[in-house]
Every structure is written in structure tokens, then in C-alpha cells.
């Protein structure tokens, strides 16, 4: 595993990163969790240059990732990316593919915008039911495969709220 990636518990919207990913919905206006704890934290700046994206390219798509100001947020950036919603294992490849994309094109467009530290929170697995154990694999597995080919990266923070994640990724080696 890459020494770059680290895991911590604790509040996302009160890291001091280049950038920190919030895992958004489509219509990128905030919402629960995460989402609304990064909206409320980071100030109407970031909701209105998600209206201004929103304008411009429509809803975002499941897996893809757009990049607003931190606002009044510690970190400069917030990447938006939009997990799948798990439907019981019915699609299970396609929601496991997206979940993969939601890493790596946060970190493509992190890449993109010069950012060297960013963090994660666990994305899909709160009110869109991914399971936990496998949402951690597919993101840690993503973020060292990414990390093997992009030397600019500093450090990859998984960022867990609860005990439960925490102790998920802990059995993962971080």
C-alpha cells in the first residue's frame, strides 16, 4: 500500500487539505450528510458556483466529479463527485465501476488543478446503502492504483466520520 494514503477520523469540513471531496448528489445543492455538513461549513459561495456548473453542463453524472472553491472551508477546493445509489446488488458491477470512477476522477480533476493533498469521506455508504466493507476496498484499491502511476500527489486522506468506517479501513492495513 502507498505511504502517501492515510486514514483519519474526525469532521472533513475542518481538514487543512488542498481540497476535500464531498459526496454529492446530481443536483449538487447540498443535501445530507456530508453533503450538507461541506454546504453549511463552506458558505452560499459554493452553493452558487454549483448553480453556475449546474447552468452550464446540467446534472452531474454518477462517477464524475466537478471542482468548486472551499469557500469558507479550510481546504481551497471541494470536488463534487456523485456516488451510485446500491440497489441491493441488482447492478452490482456497474455500481462498484462507479463508485471506482467517483475516486478516480476526483483525483484526475484534483491532478488537473494542481492539488497535492486532498481528502475523502466514505462516498455512497450513508442514505445510498453501498456496504461498507466493500465501498473501503474499492476506494482504497482505486486511490493506490492511482497513486502508482501519479507521483505529484502528496497525501490521500480517508477521512471517516464513524467508528464503524474507521474500523473498516483500519483492517484494510491503514
Not at 486514514?7 to 471531496?21: E, H, R
Not at 447552468?55 to 454518477?62: E, H, I, L, N, V
Not at 463527485?81 to 480533476?109: D, F, I, R, W
Request: hydrophobic content about 40%; aromatic content about 6%; overall charge neutral.
Amino acid at each position: 500500500m502507498d505511504k502517501r494514503i492515510k486514514l483519519q477520523q474526525g469532521d472533513i469540513t475542518k481538514l487543512q487539505v488542498d481540497a476535500i471531496v464531498n459526496a454529492a448528489n446530481s443536483s449538487l445543492m447540498g443535501g445530507g450528510g456530508v453533503d450538507g455538513a461541506i454546504h453549511r461549513a463552506g458558505g452560499k459561495q459554493i452553493l452558487e458556483e454549483c448553480i453556475k456548473i449546474i447552468d452550464r453542463q446540467g446534472r452531474c453524472k454518477t462517477g464524475n466529479a466537478v471542482i468548486t472553491t472551499g469557500g469558507n472551508l479550510p481546504a481551497k477546493y471541494v470536488i463534487h463527485t456523485v456516488g451510485p445509489v446500491y440497489n441491493g446488488g441488482k447492478n452490482v458491477l456497474k455500481e462498484e465501476e462507479q463508485l471506482a470512477n467517483c475516486y478516480s476522477n476526483s483525483l484526475k480533476l484534483a491532478m488537473e488543478n494542481g492539488i497535492k493533498t486532498i481528502a475523502f469521506p466514505n462516498i455512497s455508504t450513508g442514505v445510498y446503502r453501498f456496504p461498507k466493507q466493500r465501498a473501503a476496498e474499492i476506494a482504497v484499491a482505486t486511490v493506490d492504483n492511482f497513486l502508482a502511476e501519479n507521483e505529484q500527489m502528496k497525501d490521500v486522506i480517508f477521512i471517516c466520520f464513524d467508528d464503524e468506517n474507521f474500523g473498516i479501513y483500519q483492517k484494510l492495513g491503514l
